[in-house]
């Protein structure tokens, strides 16, 4: 059997291996696929064993071997070598995690939150994604959220959250194991850790006196607006206007642009950053300048040792927001308004609904008597 002179140049034909019956050549003298016909329990089969002339005939005559070899060695431990077999094609034709999660997302654009959880649930199983899904495993999937675990707690809890509608849609199409619908988030406590005025003042203190610092004039523009802090370290001059800042819906948890009114603290930070204003885009650059800073945790310490106050995340400040101007007799909704919180539980069903004014002078009057809490901090 010498396929370089018995194929032809174009087109296709087939060669049989003269030792081995079933083993087959298909194609031309550039190029061909091995195959092997048999039969298992009555039925007429045929594997790809793979492609000349990477593989040769001696190769190949090896591999259809071990191919007869293993399916006599799978029926007599009493495996069923055609559910096997379908079991492999189906992962081979199946979508990949990314290409369904894609479906899914274009399929759910009317939740409000699909947006985030897209994000979120790409960042924790990113090394998942080109899986099929059939080969996704619990074991697999719950691998990722320990490591995530190990830096965001939350964060791996809510890709979990986020997970699951997605887990049972696939499940519903046929394309997942019911195994995976057992996945589950652990019960965690919830956090109710906010600063009181004496603790915000010194964490403003502090942050104030680490003077041109990047994370420090974050900081305290998180203090200023009460916004996340990425959507905070990915603030860019282009979404400045006068005394608004629009978040585009893409950083956004509800994955809407929000504009956020500026008082005189957040516009104090933006005047002393525009004097160190580089080419970038982004007000609050890391090294780089290309992407928005990222040292946290770092700056977290030195902020702690210096504040003398600890036990409490930058989410926290959020928190402390709506507590104090609670405190100070500031209306709830206008407080979750000022938050981005769309569908707080200030507003009933019938409101949320109905309810989509941006009640930007109100946002705006807030966001100055905040201004004026924080300074009495």
Known sequence: MHPKTDLPPIGRA?????EIPGLELRGNSKSATWTLRHRVDGKRIRDTIGRWPGLTTVAARKA???????????????GDVLAQRAERQKVKKARSFDEALLTYVSQRS???TIGHADRVIRNVYSRLLQEKLP????????ACTDKQRESAPSVADLSIRYLRPFLKWAYDRGEVGPDLLTLHVRQ??????????????????AAQSHGTHVAAAATIMMIATAQRRNE?????????????????????????????????IAQKVLDEASKMRGETDLVFAGRTGVTPFNGW?????KLDTDSGISNWTFHDLRRTFATLCA????DAVIVDRCLNHVGAATLNDVARRYQYSSMIDQKRAAMKRWSEIVTNA
């Not at 259809?64 to 009493?78: D, F, I, P, R």
């Not at 996704?136 to 999937?141: F, I, M, N, P």
């Not at 860019?236 to 642009?257: A, C, F, H, V, Y």
């Not at 945790?297 to 310490?301: L, Q, V």
């Open 297 to 301: 945790s770092r700056y977290k310490r």
């Open 64 to 78: 259809a071997h071990a191919k007869l070899a293993s399916v006599a060695v799978t029926k007599a431990s009493g």
């Open 110 to 112: 009317d939740l409000r």
């Open 232 to 264: 905070v370290a990915g603030m860019k001059w282009s979404e400045i206007n006068g005394d608004l800042w629009t978040i585009p819906g893409e950083r956004t948890k509800t994955g809407k642009d929000y504009a956020v009114p500026l008082n005189h």
């Open 327 to 330: 405190d100070e007799g500031i």
């Open 14 to 18: 087939t060669l049989k291996d003269p």
């Open 135 to 142: 080969s996704l495993t619990k074991a697999k999937l719950l």
């Open 188 to 205: 965690t406590a919830k956090r109710d850790r906010y600063l009181n005025k004496k603790e915000l003042g010194a964490v403003l203190r």
